[in-house]
């Protein structure tokens, strides 16, 4: 089987993909990896080509206000996504794959899948698609709507008509150069998220598999020598806010290091794309920073770890058994904050404009108290094989 698979976003979208990818060739299927540049995830070994989009340079540039995306859409927005979309159906016509897997940011997927006549399989990374009654769209509204639930779904299928000029621009490269005005369906929908943190809605059809989590298995790779000396010196948590970087980066910093002393808990503290800084007085043994190491490697032995809510970290930090502080700035973060309040795996989610030593300290306290839950929570991920499965469906398709 030829796999096609197309991804856009940050981080915690690419990772997915390439541990699916990985697998995938473990299978010996033949697989090419389309992805952002700069992703910050390993793509070694894999038959990767680039999507001619850095998602960490539009949000360098526009920050993670939606406001401002919109008003620098015209000179930042808007050409990243043409550049994108038409990369998407360049590379796939290239390809010539067997299945088109991609995620819901890449338009054009349906339309060069339908051209190759070829199925198309999207990937909820979020939730956002299939619409439910059990809960809203994550990142539409902030609380159950219950019977209305469905509804929110509406306003996640409206990005295609935004971009439809784009779309059909990057689609003029297509077999006959006239894309069909509505591509078809996706074959599939696979939503790579542990049950164990969301139970699979009654109401999603047969065509939509929650499959469990997609985690490269391949072990994590070696710690920096400095890293590994930190987490040797006792307790600590694990702070990171990934690529989001909007507000006062200081400030959060300055909370989450004093919140964790007044724990007696040391901090290892990741900037990411800029989320977090380390103000100089407040340096110490007891704090160490780095911009980015991998998670599957700190999270095993830290006490908690307080983060942003994006789904991929999410899964980290659960599958690692540790409970969370979810501090959300925005889309699904929200909606992921108070689902791991729910399961008892978190502290009640601290808005991103609230954040005080304070709250945080208090926040801290909450969740240690989570310690048992998570720890068994931990166990269950560790035992899905979200991977296969998905590459079962797949092979179905």
């Known amino acids: 089987m030829r796999l096609m698979l197309l991804t ?28 952002p540049e700069n992703p910050g995830a390993d793509l070694a070994g894999l038959d990767a ?30 050409p990243g996504m043409r550049r994108m979309l038409s990369a998407a159906v360049r590379e796939t016509l290239a390809f010539r794959p067997d299945v088109v897997v991609h995620h819901p940011k890449v338009l054009t997927a349906p ?19 299939t619409p439910t009654r059990e809960f809203p769209a994550p990142g539409v509204v902030t609380r159950d709507l219950g019977p209305f639930n469905r509804w929110t779904y509406a306003a996640t299928r409206s990005a295609a008509r935004m971009f439809r000029r784009d779309i059909e621009e990057a689609c003029a490269q297509l077999p006959g150069s006239t894309p069909a005005a509505a591509p078809s369906a996706p074959t599939a929908s696979l939503v790579p998220i542990s049950p164990q943190l969301l139970p699979r809605p ?8 929650l499959t469990g989590a997609w985690h ?19 307790a600590y948590l694990v702070a990171t806010f990934g690529s989001m970087a909007a507000g006062d980066p200081s400030s959060r910093g300055r909370a989450v290091v004093e919140s964790a002393r007044a724990h007696g808990l040391r901090t290892l503290l990741l900037t990411g794309w800029g989320g977090l800084a380390l103000p100089d007085e407040l340096r110490g043994d007891d704090v160490h920073v780095a911009r980015s190491v991998s998670l599957d490697a700190v999270l095993p032995g830290a006490a908690l770890a307080v983060h942003h809510g994006g789904a991929g970290t999410v899964h980290a930090v659960a599958r690692a058994g540790v409970p969370h502080v979810v ?12 689902q791991m309040h729910r399961l008892g795996l978190a502290a009640t989610p601290v808005p991103r404009k609230h954040l005080t030593t304070a709250r945080l300290t208090a926040a801290v306290v909450e969740a240690l108290s989570c310690a048992s839950t998570a720890e068994w929570v931990g166990r269950e991920i560790r035992e899905e094989h979200g991977l296969h499965e998905a590459l079962s469906v797949l092979a179905s398709c």
């Open 216 to 234: 490269d298995d391949a072990g994590a790779p070696e710690l920096d020598p400095a890293v590994l000396r930190f987490l040797r010196g006792g």
């Open 49 to 78: 080509v680039s999507l001619e989009v850095d998602f960490q340079r539009l949000v360098g540039t526009q920050g993670a206000s939606p406001w401002t995306a919109v008003r620098r859409y015209r000179t930042e927005v808007g």
């Open 8 to 35: 856009a976003g940050s981080r915690g979208d690419v990772e997915p993909f390439a541990a699916l990818a990985r697998c995938a060739a473990a299978q010996r299927h033949e697989v090419r990896l389309a992805a």
């Open 111 to 129: 339309a060069v899948a339908d051209a190759l006549g070829v199925p198309h399989v999207v990937v909820e990374t979020v939730p956002v698609l």
């Open 327 to 338: 501090v959300p700035f925005l889309a699904d973060q929200p909606f992921w904050g108070r």
């Open 202 to 209: 009654a109401d999603w059809p047969a065509s939509t598999h």
